[in-house]
């Protein structure tokens, strides 16, 4: 698995942007897919994730209803579509990819494989 995240910029707050994690290789269905972010001066914390087929999702709760994640398995694609930005959003913005279920799935040394950051400003 080889991701590259896309998409990222600059947004007026209440604006949508969506971001793009690509991967270039061969076993990307077999892979979970979460995103993270990562704010200036702060810890990287969990977005939310998709599951290998992409009916069961999850989203740390304070991001529920803005953020939704999908993918599409025959373009070996996964998607954030962000909704209602705002400043607080601002941040580095990661793909991440794991092929086993965990419990503890929020947490960043569940995935092996990320993609290199997408930057997100939201201007107030």
């Known amino acids: 698995v080889q991701l590259v995240d896309s998409g990222g910029g600059l947004v007026p707050a209440g604006g949508s942007l969506r971001l793009s994690c690509a991967d270039s290789?061969?076993?990307?269905?077999?892979?979970?897919i979460a995103w993270f972010r990562q704010p200036p001066g702060k810890e990287r914390e969990f977005v939310g994730q998709?599951?290998?087929?992409?009916?069961?999702?999850y989203y740390q709760t304070s991001l529920k209803g803005r953020f939704t994640i999908s993918r599409d398995n025959s373009k070996n694609m996964a998607f954030l579509q962000m909704d209602n930005l705002q400043p607080e959003d601002t941040a580095v913005y990661y793909c991440?990819?794991?092929?086993?279920?965990?419990?503890?799935?929020?947490?960043?040394?569940?995935?092996?494989?990320w993609g290199q950051g997408t930057q997100v400003t939201v201007s107030s």
């Open positions: 991440a990819a794991s092929r086993a279920w965990y419990s503890d799935y929020e947490l960043p040394f569940r995935y092996a494989f």
């Open positions: 290789g061969h076993y990307f269905s077999q892979y979970r």
């Open positions: 998709i599951d290998w087929t992409g009916r069961s999702t």
